[in-house]
């Protein structure tokens, strides 16, 4: 089994910046495509960005672009997520994912295999 582990979350002023961390377990994990979803009381889970096992695909939410950035460190099996520009509608808990399918487009939440416990981003104004 694979196991995730997020970390970096915090409180942070609007306008500031933050960075996650997703650490993973397991021998194969340059196989993996890697997302980070977020969910935000009262709302769905909804994807934030997501790259292929080899890093050379990347998708975002377009409420994302320009801000976010997701990388990956397959000899570290690390996959970050660096925000910066926050806004008090980034608030929520985000979730690291992986699958293990081959790449083909950016899987949807529920074809995602592993799920980490999430990691609270509260961004205040």
């Known amino acids: 089994q694979v196991q995730l582990v997020e970390s970096g979350g915090g409180l942070v002023q609007a306008g500031g910046s933050l960075r996650l961390s997703c650490a993973a377990s397991?021998?194969?994990?340059?196989?993996?495509?890697m997302g980070w979803f977020r969910q935000a009381p009262g709302k769905e889970r909804e994807l934030v960005a997501a790259?292929?096992?080899?890093?050379?695909?990347?998708v975002y939410a377009d409420s994302v672009k320009g801000r976010f950035s997701i990388s990956r460190d397959n000899a570290k099996n690390t996959v970050a997520l660096q925000m910066n520009s926050l806004k008090p509608e980034d608030t929520a808990v985000y979730y690291c994912?992986?699958?293990?399918?081959?790449?083909?487009?950016?899987?949807?939440?529920?074809?995602?295999?592993?799920w980490g416990q999430g990691t609270q981003v509260t961004v205040s104004s």
């Open positions: 994912a992986a699958d293990m399918k081959p790449w083909v487009h950016a899987p949807r939440a529920d074809e995602y295999d592993y």
């Open positions: 397991g021998r194969t994990f340059s196989s993996y495509a």
């Open positions: 790259i292929s096992g080899s890093g050379r695909n990347t």
